[in-house]
């Protein structure tokens, strides 16, 4: 069962985006934005995706090695308060999102 870490923020609202780092040619960052993109439908956050070969700059700071696609989780200062690696389910992701207390649309 995987762990994750999370920022509990009580009584104050946090707008949440989600960055993805992938690459056009990773099979699981094409699964994971068809996911991110069906969850965008049903919850209020801000979803932005970089593409390895097209915004190189972005990867700055990522280690070359690690597993794609990188999905973070920040908050309305760009701090992340989740990051993960490599296809997860749409289930997985949602429970993130629901216990960073993104609201539904």
């Not at 801000?46 to 097209?54: F, P, R, T």
């Not at 700055?60 to 200062?77: R, S, T």
Request: charged share 30%; proline share 1%.
């Amino acid at each position: 069962m995987k762990k994750f870490v999370y920022l509990i923020i009580v009584n104050e609202v946090i707008i949440i985006k989600v960055i993805k780092y992938s690459a056009a040619w990773c099979m699981s960052c094409i699964v994971m934005d068809n996911v991110l993109n069906k969850l965008q439908d049903l919850y209020n956050f801000d979803y932005v995706s970089y593409d390895y070969d097209n915004d190189r700059d972005k990867f700055i700071g990522f280690d070359e090695n690690e597993k794609l696609p990188i999905i973070e989780f920040v908050d309305d200062n760009n701090r992340v308060l989740v990051k993960i690696n490599g296809e997860h389910s749409t289930k997985e992701i949602e429970d993130i999102l629901v216990d960073l207390g993104v609201e539904l649309k």
